[in-house]
């Protein structure tokens, strides 16, 4: 796992991490620490790579996404108010994931009600 995180596939280096990044993962504090850091990196860009390593740290806790959280809540794209919605409940902001629940959009609707009873069943 840790030689993937590496890779210079974006794709695979972020799977990579975002998995290093789990407290889970078997690997030590530090090596944790390592893969947020590079993650936190990642997520500074655009696409789709950039956008699963926001998904990853939130699903780690780190709210150092809450910034690209708030830009996406309010985004015209409805899959960017979706990974808002389940960004904010990954990281315990319950409230902010539920005001995500009355969108325009039936599936933000749904990916919000959904995300917030997976936050609440942890």
Do not use: F, N, W
Request: net charge neutral; with cysteine; glycine share 4%.
């Amino acid at each position: 796992m840790i030689e993937a995180a590496s890779s210079e596939d974006p794709p695979v280096s972020v799977a990579a991490l975002a998995r290093l990044s789990e407290p889970s993962s078997g690997v030590s504090a530090e090596e944790r620490k390592k893969a947020v850091a590079v993650l936190r990196e990642r997520a500074k860009d655009t696409g789709p790579s950039a956008e699963r390593a926001a998904a990853a740290l939130a699903e780690a806790g780190d709210e150092s996404v809450l910034e690209r959280l708030a830009k996406d809540a309010q985004a015209a794209s409805s899959a960017d108010r979706r990974r808002a919605a389940t960004g904010y409940a990954e990281l315990g902001k319950l409230h902010k994931a539920l005001a995500l629940a009355p969108d325009a959009d039936g599936v933000v609707r749904s990916h919000a009600a959904c995300a917030i009873l997976r936050a609440a069943d942890k």
